[in-house]
């Protein structure tokens, strides 16, 4: 094998502008086909500006761990923050929830940015006598998990913080009050350097406790997305009338509060208005044997649809499809309970651990479903 040569480059580049293309970071293609958000210098300044929410870490004492791929934008924001404060990382090739705490643990890990799902994760699992010396003193929870006070306690944190964000704009809600984390769906209020609105579907602000799409904007120039990489189409539909459209359905309350409601394509379709699939989901996954689930808009017309609901057991977990059906009845609305329930060995996940739901509403009734007839449930005939 030859010995490589080094190769020089005679050309000179110039310095990075202010406002030059920092990184194209794809979306997870959760509802569709991925795509390339063009992400400016100035939204890597943004976590590390004196007016940042939370700004951390603040010294070169701190080591971030970093279980995200490089390619994600939450990778790349910690690399960015560590290189800034000139601190330790800790970096894994991909995500891997069940290795988190033992990393940190062995490589004394003070920071940690968590997705929702990895924090839902490390919760269902067993409590070990190692969990209050975890050395994690802050903690970014990318989403509230219901557990969230437990989270703090059980892993002995200092300081934890919660965020709403998204690939194309980062965090723009956020909170440390963990006195409200019990209210599902809970993600805090605006940062202030940015402008967030609710809006109806021809983008006019709706009231308090009226459900509308997030649309956000920043109040500083190259803060926020500016274009999907080459899809025009695309890039005209989400920042319209100025405003980039989350796609996220959301209500305010008239403390200020914002409350995540669901994926606006994600919104069951009934005969009677929209249900929520995440409250359904949140209903379904507080019995104490479920790991996970799904719900999903099943269709039965032109545009009506159905509730399904797929379930993962915890390991061990017993539960029966009329003990599960028992549970929601007690707890949801009627309007809210699935016409069909069918357990899953596992409930399919995108890399970055979010559920595919797309893939679940392809899936035809089988002899693990069960339907929902007149208040009862049998096996699916």
Request: glycine share 6%; charged share 25%.
């Amino acid at each position: 094998m030859k010995a490589s040569t080094a190769y020089h480059c005679s050309k000179e580049f110039d310095e990075p502008r202010y406002n030059d293309i920092a990184s194209i970071t794809y979306t997870s293609g959760t509802t569709g086909v991925p795509k390339g958000a063009v992400i400016r210098w100035p939204y890597f300044f943004r976590f590390v500006e004196e007016d940042a929410p939370h700004r951390l870490p603040r010294d070169n004492q701190s080591c971030i761990y970093v279980p995200h791929p490089i390619s994600w934008l939450v990778g790349q924001t910690a690399l960015y923050k560590a290189a800034v404060a000139g601190c330790r990382v800790v970096l894994r090739e991909s995500l891997v929830p069940s290795m988190c705490m033992s990393d940190i643990s062995r490589h004394k890990c003070t920071e940690f940015l968590i997705p929702l799902p990895v924090a839902e994760y490390l919760m269902q699992q067993p409590p070990l006598p190692s969990d209050a010396s975890c050395p994690l003193e802050n903690v970014c929870l990318l989403g509230v998990p219901a557990s969230a006070v437990a989270f703090v306690r059980r892993f002995n944190i200092k300081n934890v913080v919660y965020y709403y964000g998204m690939t194309e704009v980062g965090n723009v809600l956020i909170s440390d009050d963990l006195s409200k984390a019990s209210r599902p769906g809970l993600c805090g209020r605006p940062d202030p350097r940015y402008e967030i609105q609710i809006v109806d579907d021809d983008d006019e602000p709706v009231a308090a406790n009226e459900m509308g799409q997030l649309v956000i904007r920043s109040r500083k120039p190259w803060r926020g997305p500016t274009e999907y990489f080459n899809m025009a189409d695309e890039t005209l539909a989400a920042f319209r009338n100025n405003w980039f459209h989350t796609g996220d359905a959301f209500v305010r309350d008239e403390d200020g509060d914002y409350f995540f409601v669901d994926r606006i394509d994600e919104l069951i379709c009934l005969t009677d208005g929209y249900v929520s699939s995440n409250n359904i989901q949140i209903a379904a996954n507080s019995h104490r044997d479920v790991l996970q689930s799904a719900a999903v808009g099943v269709k039965v017309g032109e545009a009506e649809e159905e509730i399904k609901l797929f379930v993962q057991l915890k390991s061990g977990g017993a539960l029966t499809a009329p003990e599960l059906w028992g549970h929601l009845l007690a707890i949801l609305p009627a309007r809210h309970l699935p016409r069909w329930i069918e357990f899953l060995n596992e409930i399919p996940r995108t890399p970055s651990l979010k559920i595919r739901k797309s893939e679940l509403q392809m899936r035809p009734h089988n002899a693990a479903t069960w339907e929902t007839k007149n208040g009862r449930i049998y096996p699916f005939a």
